[in-house]
Antibody, heavy 123, light 107 residues
């Protein structure tokens, strides 16, 4: 089955760029079957969808992030990545990656998820 | 963007209770709604997709209903493992949004 694992720095300085990677196993990142998403959760708060990418490179972003976010795919490493620029303390949170099954009634339902990684923005 | 509003924000219940959580969309989303369960320190778990379809492996005490703008998640008989936070999420458009969550705790 598909499994996802986030990785990246746990501490980022204000104004810098947050960069995270989601490694995919059990499926090819080039598969036409999946959308690959990033979701954020502020400490003790709710879930916030950041955006997703399809294997073709098509991306859709939450308008709240659109000017600062980029999601990309690396087919050689079977992973996808998140870059969030000009971060502030408000970007501190747990970042999850997740998949959804295109072309099915689940097309936008997120499953599976990675375990999440905490990113703190602080000097 | 479609705004999702859950109620209540917190719900206190006992084992064996029937529990209902409501999710309202700011515009019609047809049936493109998912429900998740999240426990502290863990990733969310998909329970229901397309408003009423039970995800494989999820106990049958969970059920979803609704269409258009109003949806419900029902737990028919609350079990100790069900104390958690529940989120709805719409995927009608290419910009997905979550509700703010409902925490189910022990009465």
């Amino acid at each position: 089955q598909v499994q996802l694992q986030e990785s990246g720095p746990g501490l980022v300085k204000p104004s810098q760029t947050l960069s995270l990677t989601c490694s995919v196993s059990g499926a090819s990142i080039s598969s036409t079957d999946y959308y690959w998403s990033w979701i954020r959760q502020h400490p003790g708060k709710g879930l916030e969808w950041i955006g997703y990418i399809y294997y073709s490179g098509s991306t859709y972003y939450n308008p709240s992030f659109r000017s600062r976010v980029a999601i990309s795919v690396d087919t050689s490493k079977n992973h996808f990545s998140l870059k969030l620029s000009s971060v502030t303390a408000a970007d501190t949170g747990v970042y999850f990656c997740a998949a959804s099954l295109k072309g099915s009634p689940k097309w936008g339902a997120l499953d599976p998820w990675g375990q999440g990684t905490l990113v703190t923005v602080s000097s | 963007d479609v705004q999702m509003t859950q109620s209540p924000s917190t719900l206190s219940a006992s084992v064996g209770d029937r529990v209902t959580i409501t999710c309202r969309a700011s515009q019609t989303i047809n049936s493109w709604l998912a429900w998740y369960q999240q426990k502290p320190g863990k990733a969310p778990k998909l329970l229901i997709y397309k408003a009423s379809n039970l995800q494989s492996g999820v106990p049958s005490r969970f059920s979803g209903s609704g269409s258009g703008t109003e949806f419900t998640l029902t737990i028919s008989s609350l079990q100790p493992d069900d104390f958690a936070t529940y989120y709805c999420q719409q995927y009608d458009s290419f910009s997905w949004t979550f509700g703010q969550g409902t925490k189910v705790d022990i009465k």
